[in-house]
């Protein structure tokens, strides 16, 4: 019943960018923390992004922080994960994850966790050519 979907992915050169779109159904979006984690072939999944269920609070791994910008419209059961000055390195498939947990504590020390998401989508493959 729950559906995560993303989309926007494809391929860059370096220094471009994409915007990424996650959309959800068959649940309350607005009651999920939201996060973009990313895995490229032979490493492990990374988080890269997480927002609070508001929006109002946003976390980035070190290595997009001010290259990427994620937000959110409830209104729409929609996530966004803007990604400018791509690099070769960012390639990599890129999933959207929902997570009911509603603790800003837990989730400020939780975020980049695959373990606090409840669903996810099939992800998007985003290429940076060098």
């Known amino acids: 019943q729950v559906q995560v979907v993303e989309s926007g992915g494809g391929l860059v050169q370096a220094g471009g960018s994409l915007r990424l779109s996650c959309t959800a159904s068959?649940?309350?979006?607005?009651?999920?923390?939201m996060g973009w984690f990313r895995q490229a072939p032979g490493k492990e999944r990374e988080g890269v992004s997480g927002i609070s269920k508001s929006g109002g609070v946003t976390y980035y791994a070190d290595s997009v922080k001010g290259r990427f910008t994620i937000s959110r419209d409830n209104a729409k059961n929609t996530l966004y994960l803007q990604m400018n000055s791509l690099k070769p390195e960012d390639t990599a498939m890129y999933y959207c994850?929902?997570?009911?947990?509603?603790?800003?504590?837990?989730?400020?020390?939780?975020?980049?966790?695959?373990?606090?998401?409840?669903?996810w989508g099939q992800g998007t493959q985003v290429t940076v050519s060098s």
């Open positions: 994850a929902a997570g009911e947990g509603s603790s800003y504590a837990y989730f400020q020390r939780k975020w980049s966790s695959p373990t606090l998401y409840n669903y």
């Open positions: 068959g649940l309350t979006f607005a009651n999920y923390n």
